[in-house]
């Protein structure tokens, strides 16, 4: 597969998927909490409308078990198309959906079903993506292209504060809760479109193609990884907490505490985000090439680092009210997290072998990012009205980034596996472990 294809895949389908599922994150923490869960207590509805936000986290595992299978028995191609046209539809039908005020319950009940759509769909695209980069990879660039797929999501974080930022800026409030908030849903029907060029340019990996040619793909590869290889899935998870807690903390949750607590304009928080979306893309690529030259642990370890030292002058920066320094405590929060991402790729890749690497890869992803991602802005919310502090907030960051330090200094280092590695003939015993990588050391 050429070069081209892998960006525009991996890289563009990444983007819009996650520009999806962002633009529910940033509407709840701006408008889903007055038209779908009002209440007396802005409070009250801003906790309803993050559960809401969590309930799409807690989907991804879903996703990834459903379509680890499928990436894992049919291959990455399948898996990942059926995933972009699934994000589409639902989003695209979030932004049809009528308000509380004119369907009553139905239209809480009927979000909710459609962020767990979303999701599903998002917990097995990930690895999709990350496997079409990864396993098309020269060995001594796998960081740099696994990065591909990462980008995407800077370029979704940036997108989808952008076109909520536009919309906000041309039309009226009023008309912004009224219709405005819509657009940016309806506008992902794109990502249909893109699903349809992937399924018409995309060729199948060559580790998978192996797999597949030699008939050795397991009967059952979630329950092979369960079974055999959680340890693995377990470091994979931990090792990520911190990239869900801090991404959430600075690009969604800094938007609720900034407009309910602080009184900051919306406009000027959007703008914070929207500039660390910016440097983060760049940052990226950045920090999955160097993970090529110096390792994955290393460039991990100094990023779980920054981050737990990082929140507690990001928190002042905001409560100072300047603009200038508003911006700078999302945006640099924003950069650090990119030390973690941009090598998290390649990084989980590398952990299993060809035949269970999709399963192994989602659900040690969506593992980690359920802890730390989904939990974060509920977390945080509940925290500040218990002691009206910041204090105990940025203590769950720098919890979770302890975790995924202790996780990433117990794996082995990674960067110089193969992954297209030879595996046991048919007949093999599937009880046995030989064909997976040895447990991190």
Sequence with gaps: MSLRKILLVAGTGSAIDWYDFFIYGTAAALVFNKLFFPADDPLVGTLLAFTTFAVGFAARPIGGVIFGHVGDKLGRKPALVTT???????????????????????????????RLLQGIAVGGQWAGGALIATENA????????????????????????GVFLLVGALISEQAFLSWGWRVPFLLSVVLVGIAFYAQLALDETAP???VQRRGEQSRSPVLDVVIHHWRTVALGAGSIVVIGTSFYLFGTYFLSYGTTVLGLPRSLLLNGVLVGAALQFVAIPLC??????????????????????????AFLLLESGS?????????????????????????????????????????????????????????????????????????????????????????????RTQLDDEAPSPDADESRTSDLRPEPA
């Excluded at 990012?369 to 009206?388: D, K």
């Design 84 to 114: 972009l046209f699934l994000m589409g539809i639902s989003t695209t039908l979030i932004g049809l959906l009528p308000s509380y005020a004119t369907i009553g319950v139905a239209a809480p009940i009927i979000l909710v079903a459609l």
């Design 138 to 161: 020269p060995p001594e660039k796998r960081g740099l292209y696994g990065s591909f797929a990462q980008i995407g999501v800077a370029a979704g974080l940036f997108l989808s504060t």
């Design 208 to 210: 998978m193609k192996n």
């Design 288 to 313: 999955g090439a160097l993970s090529d030259r110096i390792g994955r642990r290393t460039v991990y370890l100094v990023g779980a680092v920054a981050l737990g030292l990082w929140v507690w002058p």
């Design 323 to 415: 603009a200038v320094a508003v911006i700078a405590a999302i945006a640099v929060g924003e950069v650090l997290v990119a030390l973690v991402y941009g090598p998290q790729a390649a990084l989980f890749a590398e952990l299993f072998t060809a035949r269970l690497r999709y399963s192994g890869a989602s659900l040690g992803y969506q593992i980690g990012t359920l802890v730390g991602g989904a939990l974060t802005p509920l977390i945080a919310t509940a925290l500040y009205a218990r002691w009206g502090s910041f204090v105990p907030v940025a203590g769950w960051v720098v919890l979770t980034a302890v975790a995924s330090f202790v996780s990433v200094v117990v794996m082995s280092e990674t960067a």
